[in-house]
T-cell receptor
Framework: AQRVTQPEKLLSVFKGAPVELKCNYS??????LFWYVQYSRQRLQLLLR??SRESIKGFTADLNKGETSFHLKKPFAQEEDSAMYYC???????????FGGGTRLMVKP | DSGVTQTPKHLITATGQRVTLRCSPR?????VYWYQQSLDQGLQFLIQ???????AKGNILERFSAQQFPDLHSELNLSSLELGDSALYFC????????????FGSGTRLTVV
């Protein structure tokens, strides 16, 4: 079965420091990967899709098929980045997303 | 406003009761997904509907059921409620293939007392 692992439940950094939120997945095919952000138990919002290779709010993520990873990175963290971040995997058209356990990012002033 | 509407926002009910959560998907989206978010279990996929038909089932208890109506809105029915059912219940919708990702609603916070 497909699985998404976010090894860190909590990541605490200072403002201006680099951030890397880890995500590993287990799937032998070609997955579609997403990052979602959730501020203060509000609704989840799509942050990134690996297909689009875009940068949102300074965040980027690169799919590494060799390491089966899709880590989320930002060079300089801001206090407003504090939130829960979920990595998600979709196996193909019409299929549901499988979410990792989430990482809470806390950016301290 | 994400376009996905969930009602009610908050619900407090007693053990053993039954509740219905409602979700209206974003205009044009045919797929509806229900997720349960609890503190210890994270985001758990419950069930997916596509254009009125059940498409996939996840970790959904037998006490829970759902349906999607011809106007594409969906309802999640939770019965014989237990304290452990207290959680945030999210609905999400997507276009047919879901390749754009999902759009989530704001959730219904269910508290069972």
């Amino acid at each position: 079965a497909q699985r998404v692992t976010q090894p860190e439940k909590l990541l605490s950094v200072f403002k201006g420091a680099p951030v890397e939120l880890k995500c590993n997945y287990s799937y032998s095919g070609s997955p579609e990967l997403f990052w979602y952000v959730q501020y203060s138990r509000q609704r989840l919002q799509l942050l990134l899709r690996h297909i689009s290779r875009e940068s949102i709010k300074g965040f980027t993520a690169d799919l590494n098929k060799g390491e089966t990873s899709f880590h989320l990175k930002k060079p300089f963290a801001q206090e407003e980045d504090s939130a829960m971040y979920y990595c998600a995997l979709r196996l193909g058209a019409g299929n549901m997303l499988t979410f990792g356990g989430g990482t809470r990012l806390m950016v301290k002033p | 406003d994400s376009g996905v509407t969930q009602t009610p926002k908050h619900l407090i009910t007693a053990t053993g009761q039954r509740v219905t959560l409602r979700c209206s998907p974003r205009s044009g989206d045919l797929s509806v997904y229900w997720y349960q978010q609890s503190l210890d279990q994270g985001l758990q996929f419950l069930i997916q509907y596509y254009n009125g038909e059940e498409r996939a089932k996840g970790n959904i208890l037998e006490r829970f059921s759902a349906q999607q109506f011809p106007d594409l809105h969906s309802e999640l029915n939770l019965s014989s409620l237990e304290l452990g059912d207290s959680a945030l219940y999210f609905c999400a919708s997507s276009v047919a293939t879901g390749g754009q990702g999902y759009t989530f609603g704001s959730g219904t916070r269910l508290t069972v007392v």
